[in-house]
C-alpha cells in the first residue's frame, strides 16, 4: 500500500522560504516519477514539479527560478525547497508518486502552505 507524508508546511511572509518534504512507503521509490501539485482555495489543482527516477525535472512556468524538487532514493523522500515565495503560492502542497509520467499516481494528505504580511 503506497503511503505519502508530507510535512514543512506553515505560515511565511512574502520573500520567505520553506522546505516541503515527503515520505514514501510501499513503493519501489526509484523507479517512481515524483512530484509535488498544489491546489489553491477555489482553484483546480494544479502541477508545481517533477523528478524522473533519473533525477529530470521540470517545473510550472510560475514557479520556476524559485522552487527546487530534489529526491533521495535511499531515504524514499522528495523535498520541495521553496524560495522567493509570493502570496499566490498560497496553497495545500500535495505529495505524489507515479509509476509513469501520465498515470494518475496516489496522494499524501497535503500540507498548508500561507504566504502573508
Known amino acids: 500500500q503506497v503511503r505519502l507524508v508530507e510535512s514543512g508546511g506553515g505560515l511565511v511572509q512574502p520573500g520567505g522560504s520553506l522546505r516541503l518534504s515527503c515520505a514514501a512507503s510501499g513503493i519501489i521509490f526509484g523507479a517512481y516519477v515524483m512530484a509535488w501539485y498544489r491546489q489553491a482555495p477555489g482553484k483546480q489543482r494544479e502541477l508545481v514539479a517533477t523528478i524522473t527516477s533519473a533525477g529530470n525535472t521540470n517545473y510550472a512556468d510560475s514557479v520556476k527560478g524559485r522552487f527546487t524538487i530534489s529526491r533521495d532514493n535511499a531515504k524514499y523522500t522528495v523535498t520541495l525547497q521553496m524560495n522567493s515565495l509570493k502570496p499566490e503560492d498560497t496553497a495545500v502542497y500535495y505529495c505524489?508518486?507515479?509509476?509513469?509520467?501520465?498515470?494518475?499516481?496516489?496522494w499524501g494528505q497535503g500540507t498548508q502552505v500561507t504566504v502573508s504580511s
Open positions: 505524489n508518486a507515479k509509476p509513469v509520467m501520465m498515470s494518475p499516481g496516489s
